[in-house]
């Protein structure tokens, strides 16, 4: 392709960001890099609308910023991440601001040595927060560049090659918003419509879109598990969780079901990352060991699972009173 027809290429996709893009998004409208940082660790499992209705203004009107974030108990945070999923984000997130207190640094390397940040994740925070000149690539860019370029099965570092070919150097920040914002609603993983896109005339994989974007299949892992509640004088037995998706926060104490049988409140399904879960929850008329007792109304300021939550739903439908459950 020349010169010339590559910049047209890129100035139509601009053209086509200054009309269609949602360039109202709070997080591309500020100038507060940290509130960018936030924005990019809470999009990168959850979707935008529930990123931007429940969970983006309530953090940061509680965290204003790196300081009061580092300030803040861990479970405070949690508490503020409660049904967002994928905690480890919260805690990394937390771990980064007691390390930069006073501003996120200013480059990819040393951005890429904060808690949790990778490559996209840096490079979002140079482009969208510091208005540098540099690509990113996100999984919605990936899939545009692969069709694009009529790349198949391609690898990770070349995809970031592409990237940095393709940037516009005039506009990089427009160019890479505008990107993701195609792959996110034109170019989509099934049915793109190449019809409207600014991309269509060089693409060269507009023939056949899903030879050059292929969906992982997810393998799935199937597991059982047996939850206790005790509540007395108006607390709840609870343990911290040392391992796994729930590590550092607060849940029901792990029971041998056996035990309890007769006790059971219910069950119900819950899929997190690549679990999907069958959980069971129990009366407990005795107290488990080494449990933190945790007043039953503030359990949710403690930053407590969707899992957790909907379990006490179960317990919650049978009866609460101080003395404890009555079934
Ligand atoms: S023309 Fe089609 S396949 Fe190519 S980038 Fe646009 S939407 Fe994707």
Known sequence: MSKSHFQSTQNKLLSWYEIHGRKDLPWRNTENVYHVYVSEVMLQQTQVKRVLEEYYFQFLEKFPSLFALAQAPLEEVFGMWSGLGYYRRAKNLHASAKLCVDGLPQDLKSLQKLPGVGRYT?????????????????????????????????????????????????????????????????????????????????????????????????????????????????????????????????????????????????????????????????????????????????????????MTKKALKLYNGVKISAEGVQN
């Open 122 to 306: 840096a490079s979002a925070i140079c482009s969208f927060g510091y208005a540098q000149c540099v690509s990113v690539v996100d999984t919605n860019i990936a899939r545009v560049l692969a069709r694009y370029f009529g790349e198949e099965d391609v690898k990770e570092a070349f995809l970031w090659e592409l990237a940095d070919g393709f940037l516009n150097s005039s506009n990089p920040t427009s160019h890479n918003l505008a990107l993701m914002d195609l792959g996110a609603m034109v170019c989509l993983p099934k049915s793109p419509t190449c019809e409207v896109c600014p991309l269509n005339e060089a693409c060269q994989g507009s023939s056949e879109p899903d030879k050059y974007y292929k969906t992982q299949k997810k393998n799935y892992e199937n597991k059982k598990l047996h939850f206790g509640v005790c509540v007395k004088d108006g607390k709840i037995a609870m343990k911290r969780s040392h391992k796994g998706m729930y590590k550092d926060m607060l849940e029901l104490p792990n029971i041998e079901s056996s035990f309890y049988e007769k006790n059971l409140l219910g069950t119900f399904a819950h899929a997190v990352t690549r679990y999907r879960l069958e959980v069971h929850v129990y009366s407990l008329n005795s107290t488990p060991e080494d449990v933190t007792w945790v007043a039953y109304e503030t359990l949710h300021e403690a930053g407590i699972s969707s």
